[in-house]
């Protein structure tokens, strides 16, 4: 099995090399394919996906899983024409992430130095249970020119499977696309020996739970992009307006509430607690709503009656449901500091009108995303005009906050001189280099 | 001990939140506290240096070490002023790297998308003798805003501690700076201890040899950022100009051979490798380089005899020294073939007249810097025009090649509205995004 997936990714591993020589036009070719095979293999697809919905409705029955996990598994017409290649289509449409200069410098005359965009390589990508992730993740990787290995969750297994047959059939034998491109694991222990081979595979992207993103976390020396916990604060400070402030924790509580981007915590400045409680706490009631407060909340949240304490285990809980923690706190300072101490540094927003206490609390706050005067559920690639999405990452290296194609590429450098030499730039009477910022584009990318 | 380094730990993760709300002119003046206090405490410096220095002679009479070590370690007056102090100055004159905004996007009328560079956190670094290093990557961290943890070699023990006494002490009750932005660790069971601390710790930078590299990226689950092996390649064409190509792996090869750009490999297209191989092996050997060629270069170079035959092992050995393996190869192809398969990705480069060539050249190999007709000696933060260096990265991913200070940082997002909530633009008559980018700059950095 462990020689089964190093064959695989020696495998990805070349498809990558290939791939990263693919023009734009072929990459787009490619997706286009994709996406009308897609439709063509509509019976082949949903006839899968009857399988596993027929698995899975058994399991319902006996309590293993839960109805939103069988929804999520659920492959129509209506998702497979409108939704999934749909979807391919507009990645095939978004700006070619690769071959982008971001940079170029004059070193010395004829000696030029470019930062040309270039794909990472070989992605692993562990998802659970909804089999159209498999085809906006392996498709962002295509675009992007990397190759990508996919696990998805067992529920799916046939779905997936036909899934990826369809798109290996479409992109075969296509010019430019190398055979291997998108490999698809279908065993658990392939995971554990897809996480081991670090000198083959360049990121590891989870797609699902914190458990899952944990588990990937702590198997691996590969890095891995996203996030395991979104623990999102919303903190209403003593100059807010009290109605912006009721609709922003409202949606950012109750809009998705299953949401990595829902608030969790709710933080509130003393002077302005029982007036915006008042409001406030019958809303957030009336939206299904449990609240679990500190002391000061209890006594302040006059009108409604018989909170539930919140204890220190409250502050580091991400509830991904209708439960929301309050406290109150005598200062933006004090919001800072409890949010820098508890959150997850996903997502966290101040509402105020005070500008000044906006600004330290968007600096001081140490989080992929800050926000005024929003909600924190527009954390979001699609939102944030990223077009589709790889997934929200809390990592502090190369990608944070939602992540669009760009998190999928890294740059080379590429120098081009005529016959110079580091030698002639050392010692006395020795040549200098001139460092002018240039214009220029290196797009040399005719065969 | 590994509570005492835990301890350190946090307060750094402390000291970089409040370092990362310094001012520009904050972290400035701290810079040209620290340049100043280095000349001011001179003797205590050179005191600590003479120590180290007597007992590193003692350790060469014993064969314990070697005399290069003793050069790099060895700092007086000359060192100390024109070349420490005045890196430090040029780290404050350098163009401030956080702060600035990347991109700005109107998503809808008054909510707007910033993404701003920040800090990353803690930096972990682990270097090998050169007390100049200690200096140099702790100023630049200073710069960008991080905090950061340093563990020099023991030779260094007393010098590495008065160094950063005199910086801590340059800095201590600067407006802006905090106590704790820099902590020296002293034992070598501290930096296992550090190596697991990756909840505390955003990034470790290895600086040493390949060995150190090694350790380190083996013994963490930090991000690692640097290189180990530097296998660099010149590849010459066929259609190579012959006098550019024998200067090219002339200064490739011997400009500094113990350097991570040198090269360690030179591949040979067929055609010309008789003429070439007439002059570049004699200009070579006239240089001190030993070659060791595969049989076609033993067979083809007929003016210099008695060449030692290059084993497997030669393809992937980073010599450091003067040697050179040699390898005739009959394609382009062949030779990218042979470089992405031994290379250690760090920098390779062609010799050609032909353009195309150059391009499949660059655009085939998979390395963070490739070259048309220069030196790979070329690949280095300062002639790259980075300012000072962090080092020189193999990564895939956030930073690759010779890193800069923008190596040293990440971005957050910033979203300010006017109580902009996500339910407002869902589902029918519903508001739509604008996502239209703007030239705006998020400035609101005063206090």
């Known amino acids: 099995m462990a020689d089964d997936i190093k064959a695989a990714a020696k495998t990805a591993r070349q498809a990558a090399l290939a791939l990263s020589q693919a023009t734009e036009n072929q990459r787009n070719a490619a997706l286009e394919a994709i996406a009308q095979a897609l439709t063509a293999n ?17 399991m319902l029955a006996q309590g293993k899983i839960t109805l939103p996990l069988i929804k999520r598994l659920k492959v129509d017409d209506e998702k497979l024409n409108s939704e999934i290649a749909v979807g391919v289509s507009s990645v095939a449409g978004q700006e070619d992430p690769i071959g982008k200069t971001q940079a170029a410098t004059e070193l010395d005359a004829g ?17 659970e249970s909804r ?13 992007s020119g990397n190759a990508v290995m996919l696990k998805g969750g067992s529920e799916a297994l046939h779905t997936n499977r036909a899934l990826a047959q369809v798109m290996a059939a479409a992109t075969a034998g296509m010019d430019g696309i190398p055979e291997g ?32 993103v944990q588990h990937v976390m702590n198997h691996t020396k590969i890095p891995v992009m996203g996030h395991a916990d979104g623990i999102c604060h919303v903190y209403v400070d003593k100059d807010a307006d009290l109605d912006k402030a009721v609709r922003i924790v409202v949606d950012s509580k109750t809009q998705y509430a299953a949401s990595c981007n829902a608030a969790e915590t709710l933080l509130v400045h003393a002077e302005i607690a029982e007036p915006f409680f008042a409001t406030a706490l019958r809303e957030l009631a009336d939206h299904g ?15 409604v009656g ?34 820098n101490e508890y959150s997850s540094h996903h997502t966290d927003s101040i509402v ?33 005009g990223l077009g589709a999405e790889v997934g929200i990452s809390t990592n502090r290296l190369h ?13 080379k450098y590429i120098v081009t001189g005529d016959g110079h030499i580091a030698g002639d730039y050392i010692g006395e009477s020795s040549k200098t280099f001139t460092h002018r910022k240039l214009n220029a584009v290196w797009e040399e990318r005719e065969r």
Chains 1, 2 share one sequence.
């Open 42 to 58: 509509r019976d082949k697809i949903l006839d899968a996906n009857k399988r596993d919905m027929a698995a899975a409705e058994e």
């Open 289 to 303: 709503v449990l609240i679990r407060g500190d002391a000061r909340t209890r006594k302040l949240a006059t009108n």
């Open 181 to 212: 491109w998108m490999h698809l694991l279908e065993a658990r222990e392939e995971v554990a020996g897809m996480l081991e081979l670090h000198a083959l595979i360049d990121l590891i992207i989870p797609r699902g739970g914190n458990e899952l």
């Open 352 to 384: 105020t009108e005070n500008q000044r206490a906006a600004n330290r609390f968007l600096q001081g706050v140490d989080s992929a995303s800050v926000m005024h005067n929003a909600s924190t559920r527009f954390a979001d690639g699609f939102r944030y």
């Open 306 to 339: 018989g909170l539930t304490p919140a204890t220190d285990t409250d502050w580091s809980t991400e509830y991904l449901d209708y439960i929301l923690s309050v406290k109150v706190v005598d200062s933006v300072a004090e919001a800072i500091a409890h949010i």
């Open 399 to 411: 990608s944070r906050g939602p992540v669009g194609l760009e998190g999928l590429v890294i740059y």
């Open 111 to 127: 000696l030029t130095l470019y930062r040309v965009t270039v794909p990472i390589g070989v992605i692993g990508v562990v998802f």
């Open 131 to 143: 089999p159209d992730a498999l085809v906006q993740i392996a498709t962002l990787c295509l675009k």
